[in-house]
């Protein structure tokens, strides 16, 4: 017997409702990085963490809003209506989710960002640091190269 299929799978129609739905609330670090270096409008990417995080390195041109100073800052630096994708550290934590919620109780249209800043990372991308843009070599683990090419 399937372990995998232990749990008989969803009907089809079901499966293609419930991942398009996970589609339309998640994106991953790869497509913000097209985005960003294709200079795509009306996007900003936030980084919710805290600020020795954020000093350590982040991604460039992301704007740095802490989660808990979202529902007080956030029109301040992201204009209404602006699409906006979110991140936090990784895939362990539930930042970015916490900070999607809380541009969408303000009523932006929001995205997290799957991996967070630790996949940004290790898929080789760019970070800004006090002493300029740097970049990590591509841990093999997450891209072959420098995408997975799905």
Not at 27 to 32: H, M
Not at 44 to 53: F, Y
Not at 83 to 104: D, H, I, Q, S
Request: aromatic letters at 8%.
């Amino acid at each position: 017997m399937s372990n995998a299929f232990a749990v008989p799978p969803a009907p089809a129609e079901q499966a293609v409702a419930h991942f398009a739905t996970r589609l339309r609330f998640e994106t991953d670090a790869s497509d913000v990085h097209a985005d960003l270096e294709a200079g795509v409008d009306g996007l900003v990417v936030v980084d919710s963490r805290g600020a020795a995080a954020w000093r350590g390195g982040h991604l460039p041109g992301a704007v740095h809003l802490p989660t808990a100073e979202i529902p007080t800052r956030a029109a301040l630096l992201v204009p209404a209506g602006t699409a906006v994708v979110t991140y936090c550290w990784g895939p362990g934590c539930n930042g970015a989710t916490r900070a999607a919620l809380a541009f969408a109780t303000l009523g932006y249209p929001v995205k997290e960002m799957l991996g967070g800043y630790e996949y940004w990372v290790r898929e080789g991308f760019p970070v800004r640091t006090a002493s300029g843009i740097r970049r990590r070599p591509v841990d093999d683990l997450t891209a072959v190269g420098t995408s997975c090419d799905c």
